[in-house]
């Protein structure tokens, strides 16, 4: 019973559970492995200039809009390849509207933003003329997320910018990244650093956690494998293989300063050759 409860306690964001220790002790722990002059305390200053590109002119041009200014060169380098065409991006947390205009002004004109939040003023920032919607549900709820990606899905790219609550951010992906994001889309969690800040840490586990954990799964073919069995036209090479659905499709995971990028592309056994 008590396990229950507390299901449904961290499914509501009430139960706030024991804290990693990096939140408790504000004290990096670092591996011996590393030398001395990679861990030792050096000077962080404060950036003088401002982001050279076109999503950022454009989010200048606006209002209602937050976002923290080194965001901006990582949306170019992973959202650049989708603006040739039309797309359909889901973004989890609408606020004030500005980021829904943002990327409508960014993406092709014909592209189809879906914006979704638990405010219910945040309906009033729909352009429905423009295909800009906005749906009100909690993205901790499966069922709403299911019923948006069958309105508008499957999406092209996927930015988690909602409540920042760990066990939302779980949920989310869980609920998404199988059935709602295409073959080739970008599911995009930003943020992550309240992930060390204590009041936003209401699971067992962060979704840092959870993203480091699918490092390992990203290379699961190779557990308790040799290279010959993935070698091509070798007698050992393997012909197919079982692994996890995030394995198999799974193509990269890139960490960067509070956000956490999920390439979504079905995925062959690997090869190697030898010449």
Request: charged fraction near 25%; hydrophobic fraction near 40%.
């Given at each position: 019973m008590r396990k229950l409860i507390n299901k449904l306690l961290i499914k509501?964001?009430?139960?706030?559970?024991?804290?990693?220790?990096?939140?408790?002790?504000?004290?990096?722990?670092?591996?011996?492995?590393?030398?001395?002059?990679?861990?030792?305390?050096?000077?962080?200053?404060?950036?003088?200039?401002?982001?050279?590109?076109?999503?950022?002119?454009?989010?200048?041009?606006?209002?209602?809009?937050?976002?923290?200014?080194?965001?901006?060169?990582?949306?170019?380098?992973?959202?650049?390849?989708?603006?040739?065409?039309?797309?359909?991006?889901?973004?989890?947390?609408?606020?004030?509207?500005?980021?829904?205009?943002?990327?409508?002004?960014?993406?092709?004109?014909?592209?189809?933003?879906?914006?979704?939040?638990?405010?219910?003023?945040?309906?009033?920032?729909?352009?429905?003329?423009?295909?800009?919607?906005?749906r009100i549900g909690s993205q901790a709820d499966p069922n709403f997320l299911?019923?948006?990606?069958?309105?508008?899905?499957?999406?092209?790219?996927?930015?988690?910018d909602g409540s920042h609550k760990t066990h939302h951010q779980i949920i989310s992906f869980g609920a998404l990244f199988k059935t709602a994001l295409k073959d080739g889309g970008c599911y995009m969690v930003e943020d992550v650093h309240t992930n060390y800040w204590i009041k936003h840490v209401d699971s067992p586990e962060t979704f840092i956690e959870l993203a480091k954990q699918m490092v390992d799964m990203l290379h699961e073919p190779y557990f308790d494998r040799k290279e010959t069995q993935f070698r091509h036209q070798h007698s050992e090479a393997l012909s197919e293989l079982e692994v996890t659905y995030l394995s198999a499709n799974l193509s990269g995971i890139t960490f960067h300063d509070s956000i956490v990028v999920f390439d979504k592309e079905q995925r062959f056994l690997p090869k190697s050759e030898l010449r």
């Open positions: 509501f964001g009430l139960l706030i559970t024991k804290a990693p220790a990096v939140l408790a002790d504000k004290e990096l722990t670092t591996s011996d492995s590393l030398p001395a002059e990679l861990t030792e305390k050096v000077k962080m200053t404060a950036s003088t200039s401002t982001p050279d590109n076109e999503l950022f002119k454009i989010f200048s041009a606006d209002t209602n809009v937050h976002k923290w200014h080194h965001y901006f060169d990582l949306y170019s380098r992973h959202f650049e390849r989708f603006r040739d065409r039309p797309i359909r991006m889901l973004e989890i947390g609408v606020f004030r509207g500005g980021s829904l205009r943002m990327w409508k002004e960014y993406f092709h004109p014909d592209s189809t933003i879906v914006g979704i939040d638990v405010d219910q003023s945040c309906a009033a920032h729909e352009i429905a003329d423009r295909n800009v919607f906005v299911s019923e948006v990606t069958g309105e508008f899905g499957p999406f092209d790219i996927i930015l988690d």
